[in-house]
């Protein structure tokens, strides 16, 4: 077989494939609840808020925002947290300094 035609063969039963496991999550429906629990929203995109496809429904969970919230809240913790390591890295090296001084100092007697 020519390898064109058989990639052509391939594409065409990769769709085919495609379609069916679409058609089989269709018969599910649009789910009721998110994964994490909370209640989908269906929105409508306006015409306003995008130039492609308006009107275009898609689904939002209801604590989308508070998770959004509580992500940057844990992000910021973690920042926080590394400045704290990176201040006492450097008062570490600092004193680390002084004591080699020191040691010089005492040695050199």
């Not at 015409?47 to 275009?56: A, M, N, Q, S």
């Amino acid at each position: 077989m020519d390898p064109a035609e058989e990639r052509r063969h391939s594409k065409r039963q990769n769709h085919h494939i495609n379609m069916l496991g679409f058609v089989a999550d269709s018969e599910y429906g649009i789910p009721r609840r998110c994964p994490c629990g909370g209640r989908l929203i269906n929105e409508v995109r306006g015409k306003e808020d995008y130039d492609t496809l308006p009107g275009k429904r898609f689904f939002t969970c209801k604590n989308y925002e508070l998770s959004v919230q509580e992500e940057l809240e844990r992000l910021t913790k973690r920042v926080e947290e590394a400045e704290q390591v990176m201040m006492g890295v450097s008062n570490l090296s600092k004193q680390i300094e002084t004591l080699e001084e020191e040691v010089k100092i005492l040695s050199g007697r």
